[in-house]
Every structure is written in C-alpha cells, then in structure tokens.
C-alpha cells in the first residue's frame, strides 16, 4: 500500500492519477475531505502537525511519497516547518514498518542553504540515517508555476525575470508524478538522487515568445534587481528576512543555476520529458 502524501497539489494529482491507471494500492494524505472527495481515489484526513494522524494514515502502508508544503516565513527566520513536519513522518514511518520513502526535494539542496534548500537537505540527512529505503526526486523549476502566477507575472502581464537571457530547464509536473510513480511501484532507485528537468533550458525572453503565440497577445519580459525583488515581495506583505531570502534564490535563478538538463525523466519512464510547449497546449485554457 501506498500512501501519497502532498496529494492535491501540482504533483500529487498527477501521481494519484497514474497510480490508479497502474492499479497500484494507494491512498492520499489529505487535510480536508472535502479535497479527498474531490479527488476520487481512496483517501485518509490527517496533518503532518498531527503525529496521531500520521501514525493512524501509515497503517498498512509499506511505501510513501512524501512531498509537503514549500517555504513559508517563520519568527526571526528560525527553522522552517517542513522540517519537523516531514521528520515526523518520517519517524513515524519507521515504527509503521515502510520499507520505502520517495522524498519530493530541490534541486541544489545544500546545507545551510535558504529556506527550502536547506530544509530539503536537513530532511534529507534525516531520512538517509532512518534506515528506510530512500529515493529523492530533486526537480528543476516547475512548469505549473506559470499556472499560478505567483511571482511570475507583474499586474500588467509581463513575465518578471532577474534576467532575459538565463537558461531554466522547467520540467511538467506530471514527468516528476510519472516518475515518483516508478519508484513506488518498481524495484528501482534504492538510494538514489534524481535530479528531474525537461528537455531544453528556455530564457524567460523564449518563454515568454511562446505565451505570446499560445495566447495570441504579446508577453514581455521585465528584470528585476535582487533589491527590487524584494521591495515587491514586502509590498505584497512578505516579512522582509523572507523577502530577502527568497530573492537571493530568485537571483541565483539568473546566473544560470537551473540550466542544465538530464535524462533522469526518460531513463525511468521510458518517454522524453515534456516540452514548454506541449505544457502550453494542454493547460491554454487555464491562462485564460
């Protein structure tokens, strides 16, 4: 049996649907019934910041996708909450007797890194030493955020950039859900990092030419110093610290952080990743 956790968010329902085209036993971690209902696939209510509901929603179940929430600011900058939350999971995965976790991180997770680059690599520290079989998917950007709009684009429509003309090889939701897939049906991965991208390193200014065919109106771009950044992060309401560190990571985006692509997604699926314009294609009606 396998428990999704994170199963209604851009990854997760991906996965729950192709667990359920694969007739894999699963169920979904969810907070709300509602959402589980939504979903149409079996499912428990439970909260990572409920470790009796962790506990009740591992039983039976022998391998996890464990994926969570992002980086959110926290008091004085202290640690961020995914990290408790997921090693309490996994903790509790242990005393349930799983024999795989198929950890959702970041790609360049370091220590002492900011926010969800080192929260990833302590929980990752944390489920190497847990004596679980382990397998980590470290995926570039996602595709889906253009989806949400949230620090992507200005009021106006323009794309927000730190620069034109810096490679980001942005991988479909659904080829990391494809992935994780494997590794909590099949043998493979024991103890492994992939690292997940598409097929190609876009700039913003080539991602920004294919909005502008897809939706038939011109997109432009607009860079944005690390500073300006952060002025609109605090104007949005963010705590200056989280500003700041989120910028700091924005900017290291434009020097060319996520440029490189890998065959990760076809060596364990079998089929190349999806393009920015297949995304495009498929989710045109979601732009509006």
Not at 33 to 39: E, I, Q, S, V, Y
Not at 107 to 119: C, D, E, H, S
Not at 235 to 242: D, T
Not at 245 to 268: C, K, M, Q, R
Request: proline share 6%; charged share 20%; aromatic share 6%.
């Amino acid at each position: 049996m396998i428990l999704v956790t994170g199963a209604t968010g851009s990854i997760g329902r991906h996965l729950v649907r192709r667990l359920d085209e694969l007739r894999a036993p699963f169920k979904a971690l969810v907070r709300d019934a509602a959402k589980g209902r939504a979903l149409g696939c079996p499912y428990v209510v439970g909260d990572f910041d409920d470790p009796d509901s962790i506990a009740a929603a591992l039983i039976g179940v022998d391998r996890v996708l464990l994926n969570g929430p992002g980086a959110t600011p926290t008091a004085d900058g202290g640690p961020q909450p995914m990290v408790a939350q997921q090693r309490t999971l996994i903790d509790a995965a242990g005393r349930a007797g799983v024999r795989r976790i198929v950890k959702v991180s970041v790609w360049r997770a370091q220590q002492g890194g900011r926010l969800a680059q080192g929260a990833h690599w302590d929980i990752e520290q944390h489920l190497k030493a847990s004596g679980i079989e382990w397998a980590l998917l470290q995926p570039s950007g996602y595709m889906q955020n253009f989806l949400t709009g949230a620090g992507t684009f200005s009021a106006d429509g323009s794309l927000i950039a730190p620069a034109h003309d810096a490679p980001v090889s942005y991988v479909d939701c659904r080829d990391i859900a494809a992935c994780a897939a494997v590794l909590l049906t099949e043998p493979r991965g024991a103890g492994a990092t992939f690292i997940l991208t598409g097929p190609e390193a876009l700039t913003m200014a080539e991602i920004a030419g294919h909005l502008s065919e897809t939706l038939d109106k011109p997109v432009h771009v607009v860079t944005l110093s690390p500073d300006d950044m952060t002025e609109r992060l605090t104007e949005q309401g963010l705590p200056r610290r989280f500003a700041t560190d989120v910028a700091h990571l924005w900017s290291d985006v434009g020097t060319g952080s996520l440029t490189a692509t890998t065959p990760e997604v076809e060596n364990l699926t079998g089929h190349k990743p999806r393009a920015f314009t297949d995304f495009l294609t498929t989710n045109r009606a979601a732009f509006g």
